[in-house]
């Protein structure tokens, strides 16, 4: 078996700027997540963070090199790749004025299931989350726990064996929080591989088995949290984080 057999994402070489060249810069960016991996990528504001999920998505697109997802090109077999990974943003990515059932009947015919299929999600989703009693209520009623747990049933409505999660719980009460994580690490139990990113460092820490920190467009370590740890002779990830990245102000 190739090595690249066993990756869910592999990023060779990647180059990338904003026009105008206002914003971060690529420049011959690697970066590889084997199958089923629980894996984080940190860093300070405006380091790359959200710019790298974005080229991952398809959202944007790379000036050189390459990104594959499962062995498929971003950018190239736009179709195929779509279907293979979830996106739950950090905004919201649903219609405020619709119900959780009618946001998942449009997200899940988006995702290509059919009808009987989409109930079927639906209904496991709206009860894993904690959102059947609210199923035909509007959501932009909703409280923010309530909205960030339909914006990750929208992101799993098509059972994707890669999720990427940028920011899945910014802004919840420790309930939700501790609801979403459990549910993550029941769907890489399942084999889903996650893809995470957030600012909630102790949060990440029990989440994540693999870490990458990144700054200024660079990834600047890659290992387990564990061998990261040790190397630096530090504690925990925000130690590390800021042994790494320095103390100073972000903008």
Excluded at 21 to 28: A, H, K, L, P
Excluded at 37 to 43: K, N, S, W
Excluded at 76 to 93: E, I, Y
Excluded at 141 to 160: D, E
């Amino acid at each position: 078996m190739a090595v690249t057999d066993n990756l869910a994402v592999n990023i060779e070489n990647l180059g990338f700027h904003y026009p105008g060249n206002d914003g971060i810069t690529f420049s011959n960016l690697n970066l590889k997540v084997r199958k089923g991996e629980r894996f984080g990528l940190f860093g300070p504001n405006g380091a790359g963070k959200t710019t790298l999920l974005s080229l991952m998505t398809g959202l944007l697109s790379a000036s050189v090199g390459n990104i594959h997802l499962l062995g498929l090109d971003v950018g190239k077999q736009n179709k195929a790749v779509n279907k293979l990974f979830g996106f739950v943003p950090q905004d919201f990515s649903f219609y405020q004025e619709l119900s959780p059932v009618e946001n998942l009947e449009f997200f899940g015919a988006w995702s290509g299931l059919n009808s009987q299929q989409i109930k079927k999600r639906t209904d496991e989703l709206l009860h894993i989350l904690g959102l059947e009693a609210v199923r035909n209520k509007q959501v932009d009623k909703f409280s923010g726990g309530m909205k960030r747990r339909v914006n990750l049933a929208i992101g799993v409505i098509h059972n994707p064996a890669i999720l990427i999660l940028d920011e899945p719980t910014v802004g919840v009460d420790v309930q939700t929080r501790h609801a979403i994580i459990n549910y993550l690490m029941e769907l890489n139990k399942n084999g889903t591989t996650l893809i995470y990113t957030s600012h909630q460092l102790s949060e990440a820490e029990g989440l994540c088995e693999q870490v990458a920190l990144i700054d200024d467009g660079k990834i600047i370590v890659q290992d387990s949290l564990t061998n990261l740890l040790k190397e630096h002779h530090q504690e925990n990830l925000e130690d590390l984080f800021l042994n790494l990245t320095g103390k100073e102000y972000r903008n």
